[in-house]
């Protein structure tokens, strides 16, 4: 079958870096996303991996290493707003996405 | 830019009635819209891909008879939900692509409405 896995909670300080991992299992891959969904809210887009290694966007960076079914989001000098949850989706050969159940992230000050 | 709307954000009804929900793409046009299910604490659910003028493909397990879905232009689909009932409380969100057809494809990225909660008394 298909799998997601992400953590379903992480704690972290203001102001530090945090790194969510995503691993996968897939029948096929073409690429892999990540969005932030704050609570009562829809999801909004952060990024977008299909070669191996990291892509880095201001304080946000994705990496994916598809050998290993692995990718993770590593969130820079973190504020409070970045409280949310942070989904892993896949696209399989069908470029059908399957999604994560999401990891929530706490930031205390 | 690339904004989705969806309206109402927030409904409440009654047992057996049917409630409408619209999804609209307002600063590009959008051959394709996804309609999702999020219980809470739980990943989004596909029920359905939607394609202008063609009839919808629905999820395994999705009721085509029950979430009637019409995508009637370019900037607009509907999901109707009909004879709800309180099991079908849910957050129903909309998405769509500016590329048509592939969901996941290269760079074809899903942006999302704002999402509509609804309850079922």
């Known amino acids: 079958g298909q799998n997601i896995d992400q953590p379903t909670e992480m704690t972290a300080t203001e102001g530090a870096i945090v790194q969510i991992n995503c691993t996968y299992q897939t029948s096929g891959f073409n690429g892999l996303f990540w969005y932030q969904q704050h609570a009562g809210e829809a999801p909004t887009f952060l990024s977008y991996?299909?070669l191996d290694g990291l892509e880095e966007k201001g304080r946000f960076s994705s990496f994916l290493s598809r050998s290993k079914g692995y990718s993770y989001l590593l969130l820079k000098e973190l504020q409070m707003k970045d409280s949310a949850s942070y989904l892993c989706?896949?696209?399989?050969?069908?470029?059908?996405?399957?999604w994560g159940a999401g990891t929530k992230l706490i930031i205390k000050p | 830019g690339a904004v989705v709307s969806q309206h109402p954000s927030r409904v409440i009804c009654k047992s057996g009635t049917s409630v409408k929900i619209e999804c609209r793409s307002l600063d590009f046009q959008a051959t394709t819209m996804f309609w999702y299910r999020q219980f809470p604490k739980q990943s989004l659910m596909l029920m359905a891909t939607s394609n202008e003028g063609s009839k919808a493909t629905y999820e395994q397990g999705v009721e085509k008879d029950k979430f009637l879905i019409n995508h009637a232009s370019l900037t607009l689909s509907t999901l109707t939900v009909t004879s709800a009932h309180p099991e079908d409380s849910s957050f129903y969100i909309c998405?769509?692509?500016?590329?048509?057809?592939?969901?996941?494809?290269?760079?074809?990225?899903?942006?999302f409405g704002p999402g509509t909660r609804l309850t079922v008394l």
């Open positions: 989706a896949v696209s399989d050969s069908n470029y059908q996405l399957i």
């Open positions: 998405s769509a692509t500016k590329l048509p057809g592939l969901a996941g494809g290269p760079e074809n990225t899903q942006y």
């Open positions: 991996n299909v």
